[in-house]
C-alpha cells in the first residue's frame, strides 16, 4: 500500500489592522493595542502573554506547552526580549514559522516599539537559530566541518567488494545503538529490562530488531564503518581462537621476519565469568620483563606469558610477498552457521594501515583490510560469514606480513566467531555473581565495553552502585575513547578512529486514545558537561540539532508518503540527555515511534515498516553528512524484482531481473548489479560486478546445485540482496521441473482487533519475520480496550529465543529434494517474474510452486501477499489446460483462496477444497503410503513454525494422498487428461529432514510424471 502525501509546510496565521489601534484576535478574545503606549514589561507582557499560543499543524503530536517565561526591556540597547520557556524550542522551526512567530508579537506591539529590536529566546537561544542549517538560506560555518575531514584509510574496508563507492559513505564512520538492553538491577539485585513487556515485546528488544538486520546493513552497503556499543552478531555460538591458546586452533608461522611478543598485554580468556573488576583483556598484578627488540619498541623478553596475562604478537611488514610470516586461525565449529568475525590487535606508532585478513567461508576468501593505526585492544567487527561445522582450512582466518610496505608493524591477537552469550558477572547476596543468563546480544552496552577491553572508566562510572548509569553514559564513553585523537576528536588519547557522528535508536512510552500513530521524537543537546556550546574539534554543538531534525523530517515525511497516512512528527527535545550530551561529535536520540501505543506496533512489528524506517533513517545520515562536508550523495538502490534463473540448452544459466524505482529518492537509480555465486558445499562468494544490464548468462557444471542472488549498485552503494534461485543441470537428465517461489510474505504477529480487545497473538500467528527475530518476549495476556495503561502486557517466556520468517532461499530446499532422485534438472524463478510473463510454464515437465506462509493479511503487513495471485492464477490454468504437471503447497492455500474466483480455480484446476483449521490435538505429522514425516510447528532457530495447519479434501476424481496423524486430510493428487496435479496443505519446506523430502518428493514427482 503505496501513497505519495506531501509534508504541509508549517504556517502560523496571522491576522492585523492598520492604523493607531490594532485589534488582534488571540484566544478568542480582541486585545485593544494603543499605538502611544509607554513600552515597560508590565505593559506589553499582557499583550505578549494574550497571544503566546504558537499553533501545530496537523503532521504535529505535541504534548510538552509553550509558554511564555518573561519579557525584559534593555532601553540602551533598544532591544525587547521574549524569554519563552524551554518548552518552546521543542518544535520544528523554518524561515517561515520564526517569521509568522516574529510578525505575531509585532503585531500586537505599539507603535511605539518599532525602533526596538525584538528577539525571541528560547533555550538560551534565540529562535532564528533553531533553523536547521541545511533549511537556511546561507549555511552557518561554525556548525559544518569546514576543512575538518579524515582523508586516511577506513577502519575496516572490504576489499574484495567488486563496485567502488564514490557518493555514499565510504570511510565515514559512525556510532549507532539500539536501546538499553539487559541490565543488573543493583538495588534489587536481579537482570531486568529497563521497559515493561508490552505487546509482546519490550523496548530494549524491539529497537534492536530495526538498528541490527536493518539500518546497519544500510549503512554499511552504502560504505560506512558503523560501531555499536553493544554485540550486533545474533549468534549464540561463540569460539575465540587466541594465540595464548594454541589449542583453539591458533598457528604462526615464521618466514623472513619473526613473530615476536608485544610489549602490550592482549586478550586472554581465562575465566567463564568475568566480574566488574575484571577484563579479558586487562589483569592487575602481572609482572613484566622489558627489553629492546629488533623491531625498535618495547618487547617481552619471555616467550611464555604468566597466567592471567594475555599476549599479542606483531612482526614487521615487508613490500614483497616471498617467504612472508603468516598467522592462521582455525576454530572448530560445532554448528553450521552465520558467524560474525571479530578480531583484536595492539595499536603502535608504526602500525600498518593495511593489515589484510583473509577470511576463509565455506571455502571462499574474502579479504578485509584494516588499519591497526587505530582501534587497537578492543574487538574489530570485520563482517558476518558462513561458516560450516567441524574444522578445516575451508573455515579460517589468515593473515600475513606481506602488506606491500616496508618497515611497519603488523599485531596479531585473538579472533572471535560469534556473539555468543552474556559472561559478566553480577553480585548477588555476596555470592559468586550471577550472569544475565541471555545471549550477549541482548544485553546492555555496559556488559559489552567490559568485554571488549574498554578502559574501567569507560563503563564503570558509578562504582558498581548502578548498572543502569553505567550502560547510558558508557556508550558515549566508548564512542569518545575510541575517536579520541582523531580528526574529529582531537586533543584527547584514544584509539584515533574516525567517528563524526552518533546515534542512539529508542522507542518511547505512550499512548492515543483514539489508537492513531503517535509518531516520531528526537532530542539532541546544547551543552555539554561544563555547559560549553562546542565539541572538542571547535564544532558548534547546533550541528547536533541539524542532525536531529533531519532525521525526524525525513522519517516523517517519508512514512507518510509510504503509508498514505499521516506519521506525526513530535517534538524535538533539546534537553540534557547523557546520550547526547557526552558525545564529542554530532548526536542524536530517535525515539522512532511509542511501544506502548497498538497503532505504532502494529506498524513496528511488520519487517515491511523496519526497512522503510532504516531507509528513512539511512538516507538522512547519509545526506547530512554529505552536507557537513559539502560533498554530493547518491541514495543506494531499491532491491530488484522479477527475478528468474533459467538453465539454457548450451551448458549455461541465465539470470533476468528488473530494477526496483525508488519514487521518493530519484538519485537511487542503479548503474550495475553485482551477481552472487554459491556452489555445492561453498559459501557464496564475492560476486560479479555487471554494468547497465538486468541479465546475466554463466557457464556451469553438470551435477553441480547452483544457488544466485543479485544486489543493484551505484555510486552510493548496493541493495539489500534479492532472494535467492537455484539451478541444477544432472547429467542423468530425464526431466526438467521449474520452482517457483511464491512465499514473499513479511508480517507482523495475528491481531486481534474487535469491540473489547486490542493487540496481538503469538499463539496464533507468530508473523512471518525478514530472516529471524528476537524481538518477542512472550504472548500478549492484557487485551482489554478499557485498561489503556496496560493494554499490551505481555509474558516474558520467550526472551533470548528467535522466531524464523521468510528466509527467502526455498527454492534450494526444495531443490536439494529433487536432486535427491538424481535425474531431474531445475530451474526456478520468482513468482513476480512468472506474473508478468518474463518465464513461461509450459516448457517444464513439472512445476513446483512454493507458497510457505504466503497469504493476504490486511492487518498485520502494510502489503499484500495474495497465495496465488489472478495473473499467478491466469498462468497456471493455461499451463494445466496444456497438460502441465503441477505440485503446489502452503500452510494457507485453502483459507486465503475464498473468493468465487479462488474457489473455482481450487475445485476445477487443483481439485482440491477448503475444510477448516487441524484441531489443535495433532501430532505435527503427515503420513502417506509407506511414507511417514514430521513438520516443523513450534518456533525453533531453524526454520519457520506451521501453527495451525489446514485440512484439504479431493473433489470429483481427485485422491488422498497425505493424512496427518489425526487422519485429516493434508494431500490430494489428481490426474485430468494430461494434466495432474498435487496439492499439499503443509508447505513442503517445513518438513523436518532433507530424507523425508526426497523421499516424499520422490513420490510426488512420480505421480505427476509417471
Not at 532504516?614 to 538502490?637: C, M, T
Not at 484446476?909 to 495433532?922: F, I, T
Request: hydrophobic share 35%; net charge negative; proline share 4%.
Amino acid at each position: 500500500m503505496k501513497a505519495s502525501i506531501a509534508i504541509i509546510s508549517l504556517f502560523l496565521s496571522l491576522s492585523s489592522l492598520t492604523g493607531n489601534t490594532s485589534s488582534i484576535i488571540a484566544g478568542g478574545e480582541d486585545v485593544v493595542v494603543d499605538s502611544a503606549q509607554v513600552i515597560t514589561p508590565d505593559t506589553i507582557t499582557p499583550l505578549i502573554e494574550q497571544c503566546f499560543t504558537v499553533p501545530t499543524s496537523s503532521e504535529e503530536h505535541m504534548i510538552y506547552a509553550a509558554k511564555l517565561d518573561s519579557v525584559r526591556i534593555d532601553d540602551a540597547r533598544k532591544t525587547i526580549l521574549i524569554y519563552a520557556n524551554d518548552e518552546f524550542s521543542f518544535r520544528l522551526f523554518t524561515a517561515e514559522r520564526v517569521n509568522a512567530i516574529y510578525s505575531k508579537f509585532k503585531a500586537v506591539l505599539p507603535d511605539s516599539a518599532e525602533k526596538y529590536d525584538l528577539q525571541v529566546i528560547a533555550n538560551g537561544k534565540e529562535i532564528s537559530e533553531y533553523i536547521p542549517n541545511y533549511q537556511r538560506s546561507q549555511s552557518d560555518a561554525s556548525r559544518m566541518w569546514r576543512n575538518i575531514d579524515y582523508r586516511g584509510k577506513p577502519w575496516v574496508d572490504n576489499i574484495s567488494r567488486p563496485f567502488s563507492i564514490a557518493r555514499g559513505l565510504y570511510n565515514r564512520h559512525i556510532t549507532i545503538w539500539p536501546s538499553h538492553g539487559r541490565y543488573w538491577l543493583n538495588e534489587q539485585e536481579y537482570w531486568g529490562w529497563q521497559r515493561p513487556a508490552l505487546f509482546c515485546t519490550t523496548e530494549d528488544m524491539f529497537t534492536l530488531s530495526i538498528v541490527t538486520p536493518f539500518l546497519i546493513p544500510m549503512l554499511e552497503n552504502s560504505g560506512a564503518v558503523c560501531y555499536m556499543p553493544r554485540e550486533r552478531d545474533w549468534q549464540l555460538e561463540e569460539i575465540i581462537v587466541d594465540n595464548d591458546d594454541p589449542q583453539s586452533g591458533f598457528t604462526a608461522t615464521d618466514g623472513l621476519n619473526y613473530w615476536e611478543l608485544s610489549s602490550k598485554e592482549g586478550f586472554k580468556d581465562s575465566r567463564n565469568t568475568y566480574y566488574i573488576n575484571e577484563s579479558p583483556f586487562r589483569y592487575s598484578n602481572r609482572e613484566f620483563l622489558y627489553i629492546a627488540d629488533t623491531l625498535g619498541i618495547d618487547g617481552v623478553k619471555e616467550t611464555k606469558t604468566s597466567d592471567g596475562r594475555g599476549s599479542a604478537f606483531w612482526i614487521e611488514t615487508m613490500a614483497g610477498d616471498e617467504q612472508v610470516s603468516t598467522c592462521c586461525w582455525m576454530p572448530h565449529f560445532k554448528k553450521a552457521g552465520d558467524y560474525a568475525v571479530y578480531v583484536t590487535y595492539q595499536s603502535c606508532e608504526k602500525s600498518t594501515e593495511r593489515a589484510i585478513y583473509k577470511i576463509v567461508h565455506d571455502g571462499i576468501v574474502t579479504k578485509v583490510s584494516v588499519n591497526q593505526t587505530m582501534g587497537g585492544g578492543t574487538w574489530v567487527y570485520l563482517g558476518t560469514f558462513g561458516f560450516s561445522a567441524g574444522q578445516s582450512a575451508k573455515n579460517a582466518v589468515y593473515l600475513d606480513n606481506a602488506t606491500g610496505e616496508k618497515g611497519k608493524i603488523l599485531s596479531a591477537d585473538a579472533i572471535r566467531f560469534g556473539g555468543g552469550m552474556g559472561n559478566t558477572a553480577r553480585e548477588e547476596d555476596g555470592s559468586d555473581g550471577v550472569c544475565s543468563g541471555l545471549p550477549r546480544f541482548l544485553e546492555a552496552a555496559r556488559y559489552y565495553c567490559h568485554y571488549s577491553g574498554l578502559p574501567y572508566d569507560v563503563y564503570n562510572t558509578k562504582d558498581g552502585h548502578s548498572d543502569y548509569a553505567d550502560d547510558i553514559n558508557c556508550r558515549s564513553n566508548a564512542l569518545n575513547w575510541l575517536a579520541g585523537g582523531s580528526v574529529y576528536v582531537p586533543d584527547t588519547i584514544g584509539g584515533k578512529v574516525p567517528f563524526e557522528l552518533s546515534l542512539a535508536v529508542h522507542s518511547d512510552a505512550g499512548f492515543r486514545r483514539d489508537n492513531d500513530i503517535y509518531g516520531s521524537l528526537v532530542i539532541s543537546t546544547l551543552r555539554n558537561d561544563t555547559l560549553g556550546e562546542h565539541f572538542k574539534s571547535g564544532l558548534y554543538r547546533m550541528a547536533s540539532s541539524d542532525f536531529a531534525d533531519m532525521l525526524q523530517q525525513s522519517i516523517c515525511k517519508d512514512m507518510s508518503a509510504a503509508l498514505g497516512r499521516t506519521w506525526y512528527r513530535r517534538e524535538h527535545l533539546r534537553k540534557n540527555y547523557s546520550e547526547t550530551r557526552k558525545p564529542e561529535v554530532p548526536s542524536a536520540i530517535l525515539e522512532i515511534m511509542s511501544h506502548q501505543n497498538f497503532s505504532d506496533m502494529l506498524l513496528g512489528h511488520d519487517p515491511n515498516v523496519k526497512f522503510l524506517l532504516a531507509r528513512s533513517i539511512y538516507k538522512a545520515i547519509l545526506k547530512y553528512i554529505a552536507f557537513q562536508h559539502g560533498s554530493d550523495y547518491v541514495v543506494h538502490p531499491l532491491p530488484v524484482q522479477n527475478f528468474a534463473a533459467i538453465l539454457q540448452h548450451n551448458g549455461k544459466v541465465r539470470l533476468s531481473w528488473s530494477p526496483t524505482e525508488d519514487n521518493m529518492e530519484k538519485t537511487a537509480t542503479p548503474v550495475g548489479y553485482v551477481v552472487y555465486t554459491k556452489r555445492d558445499g561453498m559459501g557464496y562468494d564475492n560476486g560479479v560486478f555487471v554494468k547497465n544490464a538486468q541479465e546475466y548468462v554463466t557457464d556451469i557444471n553438470t551435477d553441480v546445485v547452483y544457488s544466485f542472488k543479485i544486489t543493484a549498485v551505484n555510486a552510493g552503494g548496493e541493495s539489500f540482496p534479492s532472494e535467492e534461485l537455484t539451478v541444477y543441470k544432472s547429467s542423468k537428465e530425464t526431466m526438467e521441473a521449474l520452482i517457483v517461489n511464491g512465499f514473499t510474505r513479511l508480517s507482523a504477529p495475528g491481531v486481534v482487533n474487535t469491540k473489547d480487545s486490542l493487540g496481538f497473538s503469538l499463539s496464533n500467528d507468530f508473523g512471518v519475520p525478514y530472516m529471524k527475530t528476537p524481538e518477542y518476549c512472550g504472548d500478549q495476556y492484557e487485551y482489554n480496550r478499557d485498561k489503556l495503561s496496560a493494554l499490551g502486557r505481555s509474558n516474558t517466556d520467550m526472551q533470548g529465543k528467535f522466531v524464523v520468517g521468510n528466509t527467502f532461499n526455498y527454492p534450494l530446499v526444495h531443490g536439494k529434494a529433487l536432486v535427491g532422485l538424481g535425474h531431474v534438472s531445475f530451474s526456478s524463478s520468482s513468482a513476480q517474474a512468472v506474473e508478468c510473463n518474463n518465464v513461461s510454464l509450459d516448457p517444464y515437465d513439472m512445476v513446483d510452486l512454493i507458497l510457505g506462509l504466503q497469504k493476504d493479511d490486511d492487518e498485520s503487513s502494510i502489503r499484500q501477499y495474495k497465495t496465488i495471485t489472478p495473473d499467478m492464477r491466469e498462468n497456471l490454468s493455461v499451463y494445466l489446460d496444456h497438460g502441465g504437471r503441477l505440485f503446489i503447497s502452503g500452510a494457507y492455500l485453502g483459507s486465503d483462496m475464498r473468493t468465487l474466483e479462488d474457489e473455482r480455480f481450487m475445485t476445477k484446476k487443483l481439485r482440491s477444497q477448503y475444510v477448516g483449521k487441524l484441531p489443535e490435538d495433532m501430532n505435527g505429522t503427515i503420513n502417506g503410503e509407506n511414507f511417514t514425516a514430521a513438520f516443523e510447528q513450534e518456533y525453533n532457530q531453524e526454520t519457520y513454525a506451521v501453527q495451525h495447519p489446514e485440512m484439504i479434501k479431493p473433489v470429483g476424481e481427485a485422491q488422498v494422498t497425505l493424512n496427518y496423524g489425526s487422519g485429516a486430510c493434508a494431500g490430494v493428487a489428481c490426474k485430468t487428461g494430461k494434466a495432474r496435479t498435487y496439492v499439499m496443505s503443509v508447505p513442503f519446506e517445513s518438513i523436518k529432514t532433507d530424507e523425508a523430502r526426497v523421499e516424499l518428493m520422490g513420490k510426488i514427482v512420480e505421480f505427476l510424471t509417471k
